[in-house]
């Protein structure tokens, strides 16, 4: 069955990053990494601060309805209708960096929302570095995941794909209603 061959893969995966990158000095950075999407507390505040500056405004407001598209679509109805045991969970006798934690796996809340961020920064006016500090930032959160054996490596790249997704979606609505409303605003001539 094709379920578990991704499962028996995924496995392997995590096995692996357990066997050969697990270090004490990852041990301390890694949760911390992860403590930072508790929530998505991170890109809540980053979101808010973005409203805050009027340049910005629109792309914070895009942000806002990302994460809320992740939240909805994401915590809300797919991890309960595909209800994923977690990796340490399916293995059993794994040694968490943090404590159990009482939802499903798939997707993965802290890469979604990292993504849905990254993505509408990336469509951002902003210098290079902002972007690229910004993919570091996802790739580090997607990896804690991985690290911390709490989500399966397709869980984490479903939720890649759909936060690259639900970014593109935010910053279209956004575009959507901005538009309008500067329409309506108009008076034709």
């Not at 806002?64 to 209800?83: D, E, P, Q, R, T």
Request: hydrophobic residues 50%.
């Amino acid at each position: 069955m094709l379920t578990d061959a991704i499962t028996n893969m995924d496995i392997q995966i995590l096995n692996w990053i357990q066997e050969n990158l697990r270090c004490s000095t990852l041990d301390i950075i890694v949760p911390f990494i992860t403590f930072l999407g508790n929530k998505g507390w991170l890109f809540i505040v980053l979101t808010v601060i973005l409203i805050g500056i009027s340049r910005y405004r629109k792309w914070g407001a895009s942000i806002a309805v990302s994460l809320s598209l992740g939240l909805i679509f994401g915590n809300m109805v797919l991890k309960n209708v595909v209800a994923r045991v977690r990796p340490y969970d399916f293995v059993g006798g794994i040694e968490l960096l943090i404590a159990k934690l009482s939802d499903y796996s798939f997707p993965s809340g802290h890469t979604l929302a990292a993504m849905e961020f990254c993505t509408v920064v990336c469509m951002m006016p902003v210098r290079t570095i902002y972007k690229v500090l910004t993919i570091l930032l996802t790739m580090a959160m997607a990896f804690s995941r991985l690290y911390l054996y709490v989500h399966f490596p397709s869980d984490v790249l479903a939720s890649v794909l759909l936060g690259g997704i639900f970014g593109v979606m935010g910053v279209r609505i956004v575009e959507m209603v901005t538009d309008d409303n500067q329409s309506e605003n108009r008076t034709d001539i």
